[in-house]
């Protein structure tokens, strides 16, 4: 669909599930690891086809991640910037996508290269280094040319075609897209943020 893959992330619902594969995604990603969560997601996974599933895992030890896999099965995990590198270094069967901390108050953002050789992509989530525009940022800058990088839209900031020109520029391997919360009923939930977003990723490939 674009020249880059698309994450969609937090997936609460079937609804949410079967909205994003209709969309073409590459991945979709849980957040809840608990027994719920994998009850929902076997039960979403089996409502789409042709679509990876992720995992997401806050900190996780090494058990932590084994266990996470041989329960849900995923084709990746997801795992937060304060993840320990013993966690990293082994090798579970799956993609390992890491969290990066752009710095901000803790300071300056952490290098990745110990980190490279056990992920195979990293994730800006967040972006707490003062300055809304990622595509100024030489450290951002310097990651997506060196790794495969995906960014979330909401870093990207409010308007949505600063937001593809961004993209442009730095030429990340994937964006993250938000499923937006819960949905009110089962079954009904509004995706028209969503649609706007897909339109201009759709119009900005054109």
């Known amino acids: 669909m674009t020249a880059f893959k698309i994450m969609a992330d937090g997936i609460s619902s079937v609804t949410d599930a079967r909205y994003f594969a209709s969309k073409g995604v590459d991945y979709l990603c849980f957040h809840d690891s608990s027994d719920q969560g994998l009850d929902l997601y076997r039960e979403a996974m089996q409502w789409v086809a042709g679509v990876k599933a992720a995992i997401r895992l806050t900190m996780p030890t090494a058990r932590e991640i084994k266990d996470a896999v041989e329960r849900f099965g995923p084709d990746a995990v997801c795992v937060g910037a ?60 310097s990651l997506c040319q ?51 977003i897909f339109d201009r990723i759709i119009a900005s490939d054109a």
Not at 111 to 135: C, Q
Not at 152 to 179: S, Y
Request: charged share 25%.
């Open 82 to 141: 304060g993840t320990e590198l013993q966690a990293l270094a082994n090798d579970y069967g799956v993609l390992i996508f890491k969290e990066v901390d752009l710095g901000g108050d803790a300071g300056q953002p952490v290098s990745p290269e110990w980190e490279a050789p056990f992920v195979d992509a990293f994730l800006i989530t967040k972006n707490e280094a003062g300055s809304r525009d990622l595509s100024a940022n030489t450290f951002v800058r």
């Open 146 to 196: 060196s790794y495969d990088v995906y960014i979330h839209w909401g870093v990207l900031g409010d308007d949505p075609d600063r937001a593809m020109e961004t993209v442009r520029q730095l030429g990340p391997a994937g964006l993250i897209l938000p499923a937006m919360g819960e949905e009110p009923i089962v079954g009904v939930k509004s995706f028209e943020t969503l649609d706007r």
